[in-house]
């Protein structure tokens, strides 16, 4: 996955919103402004000269804004420390509204054939000043906190595609320790059934070609439907029972509603390896694996109960559960449990839950 960085100048305001806005708000403005001039010059005449005159106001705020809008993105202002951003920004407000109160001055003027003395009454000029004063204030805040919010959020969003990054970079490196360590203990039952038993042999060879040929498509995703992990199991234990031979029993116990569910896979080849490994492997009589899949109102219970006896604490585990608790809590979060604990009659559980809504790490 390619991660993309931040365009700053990109996250400001410039698409159909911003002038969406601009048209809008300056528009509110010339209707004030309309209004304003009605006030004092409410006769007839005087409509088509308001009218004009905001018009030409409104055209002036929307172009002079824009024009602060691309000095305080080419210039960077916006990634400025506050304190000088501060400064530039009032130094900028100030300019703008002395620049907006003399064009309105001059605008009015125009339109009105006034002369140069009537247009720049010092009252009138201070009036005009402190309207457009309030107004440039209100804009750059409005502006400002619209950048901090958007910048907020692409920042919020190059977190989460590092951190799924980030993810999907430990789970492969997680699989890639899974699959040699499962293979190498099958090669290692092949060599010494090689000598033995040559048909057997053979029989395994096969078996273990369909548990490569499922590992590598189970590579490409972090889930899998729950009947592929319960075939691949099933060659599996198959191939630990030609090592094991009548000192294995195998029980099953699958939900038919839960064979549809998706689990990460090899997550049961763990579980079952580790109920051999710990278990049956260590009794002279050797013993039984049982695995159980069922379905509750929100998750999916899998469990592996194997013969034995629990002696070391869940935590002190070998590193195929270690593996598998990393990436339950890479894929579901807090959501997923594995508990390893000793069960009724002298067996030992594995239990996972899972939630069956969609796992944690985002798409």
Not at 17 to 34: H, N
Request: one cysteine or more; aromatic letters at 8%.
């Amino acid at each position: 996955m390619e991660v993309k960085p931040i365009q700053l100048a990109a996250s400001l305001p410039s698409g159909s919103l911003y002038w969406r806005c601009q048209v809008f708000g300056w528009s509110a403005f010339s209707a004030f402004e309309f209004a304003f001039v009605m006030a004092f010059w409410g006769d007839q005449a005087r409509i088509v000269f308001a009218a004009a005159y905001t018009g030409l106001v409104g055209l002036e705020g929307v172009a002079g804004t824009h024009l602060f809008h691309l000095l305080l993105r080419d210039r960077g202002w916006v990634r400025l420390p506050p304190k000088i951003l501060a400064v530039r920004l009032a130094a900028g407000i100030f300019s703008l509204a002395a620049l907006f109160s003399l064009l309105a001055l001059f605008t009015r003027g125009f339109l009105a054939h006034a002369p140069l003395r009537q247009i720049l009454k010092p009252m009138d000029f201070f009036v005009v000043f402190a309207i457009r004063m309030v107004i440039l204030v209100i804009w750059t805040a409005l502006y400002v906190a619209i950048h901090e919010l958007q910048l907020r959020r692409h920042t919020e969003r190059r977190a989460l595609r590092l951190e799924v990054v980030v993810q999907e970079a430990q789970l492969r490196g997680l699989r890639g320790q899974l699959n040699p360590h499962f293979f190498f203990n099958c090669l290692n039952n092949l060599r010494e059934l090689i000598a033995e038993d040559p048909r057997r042999a053979q029989k395994m060879v096969t078996q273990l070609g369909g548990l490569l040929r499922y590992s590598l498509r189970a590579d490409q995703s972090e889930l899998v439907p729950l009947v592929d992990e319960i075939r691949a199991l099933e060659d599996y234990l198959a191939l630990e029972s030609i090592r094991f031979e009548e000192r294995l029993q195998v029980h099953w116990d699958i939900a038919k509603d839960a064979q549809s569910i998706r689990v990460p896979p090899m997550l049961l080849q763990t579980l079952v390896e580790n109920g051999l490994k710990h278990g049956i492997a260590r009794r002279p009589q050797g013993g039984e694996i049982a695995i159980a899949a069922r379905l509750t109102e929100a998750n999916v219970e899998l469990e592996v109960l194997n013969s034995g006896e629990l002696r070391e604490p869940a935590s002190g585990a070998g590193i195929g559960l270690r593996n598998a608790r990393e990436r339950l809590g890479l894929l579901y979060g807090d959501r997923a449990t594995l508990v390893l604990q000793n069960g009724n009659q002298g067996r030992v559980s594995a239990r996972v839950t899972l939630p069956l809504a969609p796992f944690e790490v985002a798409r």
